[in-house]
């Protein structure tokens, strides 16, 4: 019964692929990738606390995927339903040995694919005039899994395609309980992936992400000084928030203008 279902929910998804009749609006070239990214997520519906499938292709990349990309759940808060959405791209050079690196959107409330596919992720669109067919997504030369292992995670929940099956898993979550979320995140999804405990462990962000990098850092590594299990080998968070740049041209602003000021004394 289960596998008919899905069946119907591909057949369903498969008719928004037809061409529209004369008339009808061409959908937004973006939107005309959803079938496809819901048939992904579809094949990564959770049956037990995580759950997770290796994609070996996306719709509008010519072929299968040159790299390892891996998408799945993990449950991280019981009460309210709440699963995170994650995209694992394993690292090209050596992933038994290359450092694994956790990557949050800004936003707040960005997906993950925002990073996957705009910005370090091994994959960017084709920039060209719409002409009615999908988008064209190419390899990324300059991607960052080049060298690492990244998680795309979908946080806080409401983005991406992560969510909460209570409403209050979405309305009351903030900067804090977030980050809560992301570190059980993290012990649930090492405990699936053993295999990266030993590599060199990074937080990352960019945007409004720079909040809350700091805060995950701080809660993991209270979980390694407790010495919680499993035992992640963080070594260090880096985060680029609109807020610390304002700061920091603030500060040499007034630098600038007091040395200016002793100058002309």
Request: proline share 8%.
């Amino acid at each position: 019964m289960h596998a008919q279902q899905i069946e119907r929910k591909k057949m369903m998804s498969l008719k928004h692929l037809r061409a529209p009749t004369a008339g009808q609006r061409r959908p937004s070239p973006l939107l005309r990738l959803v079938p496809g990214l819901l048939l992904l997520l579809l094949i990564s519906r959770p049956a037990q606390a995580s759950a997770s499938t290796v994609v070996t292709r996306l719709p509008g990349f010519d072929g299968p995927l040159p790299f390892h990309l891996e998408t799945g759940y993990v449950g991280v808060e019981e009460e309210t339903g709440t699963e995170l959405f994650y995209y694992l791209v394993e690292s090209e050079r050596s992933p038994g040995a290359d450092p694994v690196l956790l990557w949050l959107t800004g936003g707040p409330r960005c997906s993950g694919f925002s990073a996957f596919a705009f910005e370090v992720g091994p994959v960017k669109f084709v920039l060209a005039p719409y002409d009615g067919d999908l988008p064209q997504l190419v390899y990324n030369p300059l991607s960052w899994t080049k060298m690492a292992s990244i998680i795309f995670l979908d946080s806080p929940v409401s983005s991406g395609f992560s969510y909460a099956r209570d409403p209050k898993g979405r309305d009351d979550v903030g900067d804090y309980s977030s980050s809560l979320q992301v570190q059980r995140f993290l012990n649930k999804w090492f405990i699936d992936h053993p295999q990266y405990l030993s590599n060199p462990f990074y937080i990352g962000g960019d945007s409004y992400a720079g909040k809350v990098v700091p805060l995950i850092a701080q809660y993991v590594s209270e979980g390694i000084e407790k010495r919680q299990q499993p035992h992640i080998n963080l070594k260090a968070s880096y985060f680029s928030s609109i807020q610390t740049t304002l700061c920091y041209i603030q500060i040499v602003c007034v630098i600038m203008i007091t040395s200016l000021v002793l100058l002309l004394r």
